[in-house]
């Protein structure tokens, strides 16, 4: 599975956007990028996928470079609820289908 | 609301015992993956199946086992548990195995062994 590269932790204010990193350099022309997270105490929950053009839905936006070596995962206006650990991950279309987690990106928002 | 469900929520047991989790997929959902959460280790990939067929294999300890029954639920079990086997067990759905689209996962099964 490719690796995907994310800061340990960000912080940011209530009410702001927040632009999340994640580096995948090694990813093929098949992964998708998922972005899940996890709230304390709750099992990872599903926030977006892309594969080329950037997304959107209700939780949040997600920009993929062009070269997709590189996407930001986008809370439009960041409410303390959003405080979570964000894992982006690579997944492939052939083969089994199941997500690998790295240590993700520990968001604290502050009121 | 996932709607995936686990059992149990909470789970004391002894070093040396045996236990088993207990996981309901989303209604139609034919995937089931399992995870183990631990401090020190992060979420981690136990085993996924499909349909009632192992379909992917993680860092599963020989002591673990899982299957997948007709009825679509799965068991995860866990057997001479140590102390080291303390904690988070997650259960998660999808409906197929070749579609990108999203995995939902049970509010979990907490485990500690003494």
């Known amino acids: 599975d490719a690796k995907t590269t994310q800061p340990n932790s960000m912080e940011s204010n209530e009410e702001e956007p927040v632009h999340l990193p994640c580096n995948h350099s090694?990813?093929?022309?098949?992964?998708?990028i998922h972005w899940y997270r996890q709230l304390p105490s709750q099992g990872p929950e599903y926030v977006i996928h892309g594969l080329t053009s950037n997304v959107n839905n209700r939780m949040a936006s997600l920009a993929i470079a062009e070269d997709r070596k590189s996407s930001t995962l986008i809370l439009h206006r960041a409410t303390l609820r959003d405080a979570a650990v964000y894992y982006c991950i690579l997944r492939g279309l052939r083969g089994a289908q199941k997500l690998v987690f790295g240590q993700g990106t520990r968001l604290t928002i502050n009121p | 609301d996932s709607g995936v469900t686990q059992t149990p929520k909470h789970l004391i047991t002894a070093t040396g015992q045996r236990v088993t989790l207990r996981c309901s997929p989303r209604s139609g959902d034919l995937s089931v993956y399992w995870y183990q959460q631990s401090l020190d280790q992060g979420l981690q990939f136990l085993i996924q199946?499909?349909?009632?067929?192992?379909?992917a294999k993680g860092n599963i300890l020989e002591r673990f086992s899982a299957q997948q029954f007709p009825d679509l639920h799965s068991e995860l079990n866990l057997s001479s548990l140590e102390l080291g086997d303390s904690a988070l067990y997650f259960c998660?759905?999808?409906?197929?195995?070749?579609?990108?689209?999203?995995?939902?996962f049970g509010e979990g099964s907490r485990l500690t062994v003494l």
């Open positions: 998660a759905s999808s409906v197929g195995t070749t579609t990108p689209g999203e995995l939902f």
């Open positions: 199946y499909y349909n009632g067929e192992e379909r």
């Open positions: 090694t990813i093929s022309g098949t992964d998708y």
